[in-house]
């Protein structure tokens, strides 16, 4: 039988044909009609660069032409003029783009939007053509689908907009939908629904899937078959249960071995309830006011933390998970004073709540932060030893400048990078390189309690673990007290000596990292567990 896509010998090349800028060499690969395959590898692999091949959707002031052929239902899509790749753009290839939010139109309604790809390519009217999106919308589980359809994308969730570009690829009925990293924003839970939703969906329609991501974990629940890359090659093919139970490229092995795993060895729970406590928190609250009208009244309020109470020991890790609108980065900058809030906060025997402002910012060395995203985090006109000597020339006021850079360079080799990277800016970092600069930036300041927010989830697999390798060397050689707020529950599993998990701004659930995992009381903890831990097949 034909194969519905065939990519053979394909390269793709940066700038200039004639040099040596190849970012794809030579892949080859096969897809059957309703097959599911997995385009699998870390930044920088190429497999999305392969992708957005298929429909030559490349910016060509940057990337060349590319060679070899890319043939769908035997026709070579290389070799067809823009007039007839416009056609199957859409109709009979469709694509999901990783950022919904990026990939819809700010300035267009959802429903200008949507009736958009009938009207062009099945010549329908905005009647039908909108009774048609609306039933999508319905399939694909937004609610009050007729109110969304007049709605602009800042005004639906994350999950929401993620549908919306699902219903929009599905409007044509294509026969291949191309799924670039569709989850990769997205809760848990709501990761999920998104897959079980591809999955039925992708029955009902008979259509193929190719699926570009780097979660392995979701390749395991989705794929039929997985093609794994690095480096621009096709190193491994294979179907999903001989690749995780067999796999034979050392590179695959890599990849599997890096999802993250236990890094406490025996520090149980009894034992770390004996350490002395580092910071409490009592009946914890923060409010944000719902204003509306000309005057901007007030006419409500959202309570973002509601009556939490916490403890964290010194050298522990508090885990705080929940789904995007939880509270749980809220909390953490309460905790640190760097949010409005009532309740008590006592760090160290000192009263953080009560303290006044100047005093706080002498006591800020003593906590820390670590955002999520070390690109926006780092000033981009700044360098590494501006940025990390930042801190010292606030905080350690005395210290010379050949002393700070002393510092600097000793802190930088703690974090694996050397001292030769002084001069240089963010931008010439890579994203593992840009976090671990975010990391010496807070340990050189020597605190007591370091908030992590969220500091793997924009990392590959494999620099995921090895940034959390580092903050657990660091927790030991420093006795440093971990605040790790994630929805990421395998990166808990791993860091978390004890876990709180919120929901609407309340601790729904607290205890010990393992016995949370193995024994969850609440419903909601069950819910996250099995979103998150789920293997094999959906349903």
Do not use: W
């Amino acid at each position: 039988m034909r194969a519905l896509l065939s990519i053979e010998n394909l390269s793709i090349r940066f700038g200039d044909a004639d040099k040596n800028n190849e970012v794809v060499h030579g892949i080859s690969f096969q897809m059957g009609a309703g097959e599911k395959l997995a385009l699998v590898g870390e930044s920088g692999s190429g497999k999305s660069v392969t992708a957005l091949s298929i429909l030559n959707l490349h910016d060509r002031h940057h990337v060349s032409y590319p060679s070899g052929a890319i043939y769908f239902q035997g026709r070579d899509l290389l070799k067809c003029d823009q007039r007839t790749l416009r056609g199957i753009r859409g109709k009979d290839i469709a694509m999901i783009f990783q950022e919904p939010m990026t990939a819809l139109n700010p300035v267009y309604t959802i429903g200008q939007q949507l009736i958009e790809p009938l009207m062009v390519h099945e010549g329908m009217g905005k009647t039908m053509a909108r009774q048609r999106m609306l039933e999508l919308l319905d399939r694909t589980g937004i609610p009050e689908p007729h109110k969304r359809f007049d709605a602009y994308p800042h005004m639906l969730s994350g999950g929401q907009r993620q549908r919306v570009m699902i219903a929009m690829a599905l409007a044509c009925s294509p026969k291949l939908l191309i799924a670039d990293e569709p989850t990769t924003a997205l809760d848990v839970t709501i990761q999920l629904q998104i897959l079980n939703l591809l999955e039925d969906l992708q029955r009902d329609f008979s259509m193929a899937v190719l699926m570009i991501t780097h979660d392995l974990n979701m390749v395991r629940r989705f794929a039929d078959r997985i093609c794994v890359m690095q480096h621009g090659h096709l190193v491994e093919q294979a179907t999903v249960n001989d690749l995780f139970a067999a796999p034979q490229h050392p590179y695959t092995r890599f990849l599997l071995d890096s999802e993250p795993t236990r890094l406490l060895a025996d520090e149980t729970a009894a034992r770390m309830a004996t350490r002395p406590v580092l910071m409490q928190a009592h009946k914890l609250k923060c409010v944000f006011p719902i204003k509306a009208g000309f005057f901007r009244h007030t006419i409500g309020e959202v309570k973002a933390v509601d009556n939490v109470d916490l403890t964290v020991r010194q050298g522990e890790t508090l885990g705080i998970v929940g789904e995007s609108g939880s509270g749980k980065s809220t909390l953490g900058m309460c905790l640190l004073r760097l949010q409005e809030c009532t309740g008590e906060i006592v760090f160290d025997g000192q009263r953080l709540d009560t303290v006044g402002s100047r005093q706080l910012r002498l006591l800020r060395r003593n906590f820390q932060v670590v955002f999520q995203d070390p690109y926006s985090s780092l000033s981009p006109r700044m360098t590494v030893e501006q940025i990390i000597g930042e801190g010292l020339q606030i905080h350690f006021p005395a210290l010379t400048k050949a002393q700070r850079r002393e510092r600097i360079v000793k802190v930088l080799g703690e974090v694996d990078l050397s001292g030769d990277m002084l001069s240089r800016y963010p931008h010439e970092f890579s994203g593992g390189q840009r976090q671990r600069i975010a990391i010496a930036r807070v340990v050189v300041l020597e605190p007591k309690l370091i908030l992590l927010d969220e500091p793997t989830s924009a990392l590959d697999v494999s620099v995921q673990k090895q940034v959390l390798e580092l903050l657990r060397g660091f927790q030991v050689s420093h006795g440093l007290s971990y605040l790790f707020i994630t929805h990421d529950l395998k990166v808990i599993r791993a860091m978390a000596h004890r876990v709180l998990v919120m929901r609407g701004g309340s601790v729904v659930e607290a205890g010990d990292t393992e016995q949370l995992f193995t024994a969850p009381c609440h419903e909601y903890t069950q819910t996250l567990l099995h979103a998150s831990l789920f293997n094999g097949k959906i349903k």
